[in-house]
């Protein structure tokens, strides 16, 4: 997994339905921590219910896994994959499982993502709908 795609400033653009017809801007940054063995992701986003976070993404017992901490105090640690310009992570918790898909544009500047949420642990509900962007 190449995790360079990642590497560099975008923008973002999120909805959510807990704000519905609300488009939350944001910027995220992705870097290496020094030695390049983890990416480091930095997000901040303008809505006030909009959490910043920072991401440690890396390998960890021979899976790549992001370990999320955000302004609220919440962490989570999901399992990711990168594979044919498809990002994916997911967690199973009980009550609140989650499952991301990201598609990378062919260029490789944009990035189509949705988050969907899971609290029986058998149906699937959209949850945020988000897009990266390189700035131009």
């Known amino acids: 997994m190449d995790l360079n795609a990642f590497v560099g ?7 959510h339905p807990a704000v519905p017809g609300t488009v939350v801007r944001g910027e995220a940054v992705f870097e290496w921590l020094e030695g390049e063995r983890f990416l480091i992701l930095r997000a901040r986003n303008e809505h006030p219910d909009f959490p910043d976070s920072i991401s440690v993404i890396g390998t960890v017992d021979e899976r790549i896994a992001m370990y999320y901490f ?4 919440v962490h989570r640690v999901y399992e990711m994959s990168l594979s044919q310009g498809v990002w994916k992570l ?34 699937w509900d959209d949850d945020l709908e988000i897009t990266y962007r390189r700035p131009s």
């Open 9 to 15: 400033e975008w923008t973002t653009e999120a909805t």
């Open 70 to 73: 955000d302004s609220r105090g």
């Open 90 to 123: 997911w967690r199973d918790a009980p009550g609140f499982s989650q499952r991301f898909t990201g598609t990378f544009a062919e260029d490789g500047n944009t990035i189509t993502g949705l988050f969907t949420l899971s609290r029986d642990d058998s149906t």
